[in-house]
């Protein structure tokens, strides 16, 4: 930036065995950003952090894990996405899966999950509540069934969802449908969505994904029909090379292309090029960005 400054983050996570069933996982992060726009005037000056952590059970048929999530305010770097920051709190999550060589069924999951969020001033910013279930037939049939009761201040949001798949366990034949209901912001809505794998050629999986919504504002009853179509494809290129792709048109003509480039170039050493591009017809909202960097696992 013209005025100097300067804007600096960093990240470690880990994931840690304690035993067969027991595990760990951590996230921290923290930036400093000293910034100025082009008149010299100060726009941000503060040092952020998120953290995360979480014990996780898992021996069949139960999986169980229970975290605490920190995020301050202003805790936005320039590089990354943080859906939603100024949270702290905790969130638990259990889930029931039987395999079964019965007639009754294939697989049988039953889940709940909980998060509650306060501010830094200490007042309630999320609040969640999640049940859902899900049964895989012996005719190949997966039938889910889940509802959401989600509290973003200020709204009051709740989802009803229910779905179908058909060829299931063969993902390549497999097709889903699915309903979804409830209110969202002040808004009642109906969704509908498909969803179907293909693969033409054995190095080019892609999966085709369909959403329709209709609305009605539950103050001025005004209706609108939003819609979602996307593709997402990876072509692999080589043993240790592949792009992988999403492609995006919306409703009020918005289109979107992201593409990421990876080459493990060295042993464990890989580097990655990510391009994306966005165009609204309707709005002044376009823009290209470029990112790149390398990782190093060991």
Known sequence: ??????????????????????????????????????????????????????????????????????????????????????????????????RSNQAQYKELRLGYGLRYFDDHQGATALRDHDTYGRILMPSDIGLNLSHAIQYRAPYDNQRTAAGMSIFTTDLWRSFAYGWAGGVFEEKDYNEFNLEKPIKFWERLPIRWEFVVRLEEDRWTREEETVWLNRVVFDLFLGKNMWIKGSLQHQDRQKQNISLIYGWEFYRRTWWYLVLNDLRNLNEEEDGTSIFTKLTYTF
């Open 1 to 98: 930036m013209e005025g100097g400054g300067h804007a600096a983050a960093g990240s470690v996570d880990g994931y840690f065995f304690l035993s067969d069933a027991w595990r760990i996982s951590l996230q921290t992060a923290m930036a400093d950003e000293l910034l100025s726009n082009g008149s010299g005037e100060r726009v941000k000056a503060s040092q952020d952090y998120l953290g995360f952590g979480s014990l996780i059970y898992e021996r069949y048929p139960w999986h169980f894990d229970a975290g605490y999530t920190a995020i301050t305010e202003e805790f936005n770097p320039l590089l990354g996405f943080i859906p939603r920051r100024d949270i702290f709190g905790p969130s638990l999550n259990g889930q029931l899966y039987l």
